[in-house]
């Protein structure tokens, strides 16, 4: 259960925010699934395809739209490389400060 309550907060988080789409939902999903994959650790270090491959979304636009505005609405702290060959950083915020929305 311990690892489902970041996605908790998450949602709890979002619950009056009409600014959340789906595809906010679903790469806040796939940067947890990759997070649960690399040990909990944060930041994590990310390329955008590997989210956008978990998160099932096919358009970089729509990726980095999505991925920005999740930074600006402060539930993620995201530092793109602006080198291909270098990974993103993703910083997980702790989400209980937020809930008031």
Do not use: W
Not at 1 to 7: E, I, R, W
Not at 13 to 29: F, L, N, P, Q, V
Not at 42 to 58: C, G, S
């Amino acid at each position: 259960m311990k690892t489902l309550q970041p996605l908790c907060d998450f949602f709890k988080a979002i619950e009056k925010d009409y600014r959340i789409s789906i595809t906010h939902i679903g790469i806040y999903a796939a940067l947890l699934q990759y997070r649960t994959s690399m040990g909990f650790i944060n930041p994590i270090e990310v390329y955008r395809y590997e989210i956008m491959e978990i998160a099932k979304i096919t358009g970089p636009v729509t990726y980095y739209k999505c991925i920005r505005e999740l930074n600006e609405y402060g539930y993620i702290r995201y530092e793109p490389s602006r080198n291909r060959k270098r990974r993103s950083k993703v910083y997980f915020i702790l989400l209980e400060d937020c809930i008031d929305v």
